[in-house]
């Protein structure tokens, strides 16, 4: 995969999941979830890496791609985290089907763009 590509691939992975888990705050399980306090944690660190690892790239990129960026860093330094939180699933509160979460499924996505 060609670098630019790569880096914009990144860019858009980033948002898109700082937008789950913005998302997620609302769901009435997810919330409260472990999964949302582990998995942000995860997301913030991964883009910080991101960030100071293509520094120099990231000056390059065209302005509609540095919006994206920029909104990201909000999504994530907006994004509060339950403390003391438990795995839904382990309580016996979440339902869906074993394998299945919402919070945990873009984080495959990052995987397979790498």
Known sequence: ??????????????????????????????????????????????FREFEQKHTGELVDIDDELRLVLA??????????SPENAEGQKKAGKCKMPEGVCFIKASKSILDKIE
């Open 1 to 46: 995969m060609e670098k630019k590509e790569s880096l914009s691939n990144k860019i858009r992975f980033y948002h898109y999941a700082s937008g789950v888990l913005i998302t997620q705050t609302e769901d009435p399980l997810c919330s409260k979830c472990k999964a949302l306090t582990n998995t942000t944690r995860a997301v913030r660190e991964g």
């Open 71 to 80: 909104k990201t860093s909000r999504n994530l330094a907006e994004l509060i």
